[in-house]
């Protein structure tokens, strides 16, 4: 098993910047791909970006591109989103997740963390 813990969410402004960790312990090296996806109230689950655990690899939806950058340190075991320009519609639930594949919109994790409140006021 692998656990997923997330911190750094928070209340901003719009244009502001918050940045996600994702701490991952257990069995990581299982782990080939890691990423993060969002839920705003009365909405699906979305994908928002995903990396490669080895190849540092990086993948994004189009409405964050040129607004967030995912990365991940190998040695700490820990992923990163960093973002920017935030927009009200950024709001939601950011879930870490992660797997034995490549995160992507068209996988399904094995692991998820609990999910940190990221709210952009306008």
């Known amino acids: 098993q692998v656990q997923l813990v997330e911190s750094g969410g928070g209340l901003v402004q719009a244009g502001g910047s918050l940045r996600l960790s994702c701490a991952a312990s257990g069995r990581t090296f299982s782990i080939y791909g890691m990423g993060w996806f969002r839920q705003a109230p009365g909405k699906e689950r979305e994908f928002v970006s995903g990396?490669?655990?080895?190849?540092?690899?990086?993948y994004y939806t189009d409405s964050v591109k040129g607004r967030f950058t995912i990365s991940r340190d190998r040695a700490k075991n820990t992923m990163y989103l960093q973002m920017n320009s935030l927009k009200p519609e950024d709001t939601a639930v950011y879930h870490c997740?992660?797997?034995?594949?490549?995160?992507?919109?068209?996988?399904?994790?094995?692991?998820w963390g609990q999910g940190t409140q990221v709210t952009v006021s306008s």
């Open positions: 997740a992660a797997g034995p594949n490549l995160i992507t919109e068209a996988t399904t994790p094995n692991y």
């Open positions: 990396v490669s655990w080895n190849s540092g690899n990086t």
